[in-house]
């Protein structure tokens, strides 16, 4: 078996293979649903390995950061368009933004509680671009959902590298703690210097971060913070506190983390100042440790892979090559589809 590597790069599908990857993705969707179940699906769409495969299969060959926003309309079109119990919100810049009103029409015709998956998709979306700060902003936001379950599928850019990196997070069925949420991230490279108040290791810090924020010291901790900072080499003290906010935060007293950082104008500025005042002032750590599980590729276009769980792949290109048999498609199409499956094996 080889390696398989998937960076994030930047790509663009033309229309005709749009068109012919929907046409592919229809009974591939309709086979997994109607045998394995609207969970079961979603399981799947929460898996970062099987999302890059199905983009592979439906003929997306370019392994960039294309792949997400192309799968993720492909999938939208399919979803949105039949007589699904899974639908799909959201995608790619202004279509981020609607997620709210497009979850409410959705919502509405599978019976699904449309006020629930919306907190859901906002704390998903705060959650990875303030509670984890790892130098991507987000530009891609899709939530998928069942009238009983939910998953968040995102992408964020960092721009001063061009690099990309997609956020899974796992299937729920209700509103998660701030926790190991995800199932996994794809990424082209580790970084080195990340907030990750999303850890278990984070844990005593986010309650340090709430404390400071209730007890009305932050102000003080903060200044405090920039004589420190100044003394220890290579660290900055984020400069963009709106004070407003964090008056408004103290004012609503809120009961612990996801609270906090659910207030409107607490962004990943004010979060980061926060956990270095833990860290430096509370001497409370918060996790350095960069939470990408899928790392497949380092480095440029022409980086080298390096091995990850192989296990994963087989499971996931058995599944994969069972349903492509299964499928009502026709020959050409199914041999075409396992032909490019079968480039994930040697």
């Given amino acids: 078996m080889r390696q398989i590597d998937l960076p994030l790069h930047s790509g663009k599908a033309p229309y005709w293979l749009l068109n012919r990857m929907k046409k592919l993705a229809e009974p591939i969707v309709a086979l997994i649903i109607s045998d394995f179940g609207e969970l079961e699906f979603l399981r799947r769409i929460s898996d970062p390995i099987f999302f890059q495969c199905f983009s592979n299969v439906l003929g997306f060959d370019w392994n960039s950061s294309g792949s997400t926003t192309v799968l993720t309309g492909v999938l939208k079109s399919v979803l949105n368009e039949n007589e699904f119990g899974v639908k799909i919100a959201g995608g790619k810049g202004a279509n981020a933004i609607k997620t709210p009103e497009e979850v409410e029409k959705l919502a509405t015709e599978i019976k699904a509680d449309a006020e629930k998956i919306i907190k859901f998709s906002r704390f998903a979306a705060k959650a990875d671009n303030a509670a984890l700060i790892d130098g991507y902003d987000l530009y891609h936001h899709a939530v998928f959902f069942s009238d009983k379950y939910m998953v968040v599928v995102q992408q964020g850019m960092n721009v ?166 299964q499928a009502e498609l026709g020959d050409f199409e199914r041999k075409a589809a396992l032909e490019r499956l079968s480039r994930w094996k040697s």
């Fill in 160 to 325: 001063e590298t061009g690099m990309a990196r997609r956020y899974h997070w796992n299937v729920y069925r209700n509103l998660p703690s701030l926790e190991d949420v995800h199932s996994g991230i794809t990424a082209e490279k580790i970084e080195d210097f990340v907030v990750n108040l999303q850890s278990k290791v984070s844990r005593g810090a986010r309650k340090v971060c709430v404390d400071v924020i209730r007890d009305g010291s932050f102000k003080k901790d903060y200044e405090r913070l920039i004589s420190i900072v100044k003394s220890k080499e290579g660290l900055e003290v984020p400069k963009k506190i709106d004070w407003r906010v964090v008056e408004k935060a103290y004012n609503l007293q809120p009961e612990n983390f996801e609270n906090l950082l659910m207030i409107k104008g607490i962004g990943k500025e004010t979060i980061r100042a926060l956990a270095l005042i833990s860290e430096l002032i509370y001497s409370t750590e918060y996790d350095k440790k960069d939470p990408a599980k899928f790392c497949f590729a380092v480095g440029g276009k022409d980086g080298v892979p390096f091995p990850v769980r192989r296990e994963i792949y087989d499971e996931v290109i058995k599944f994969m090559r069972e349903t492509l048999k």
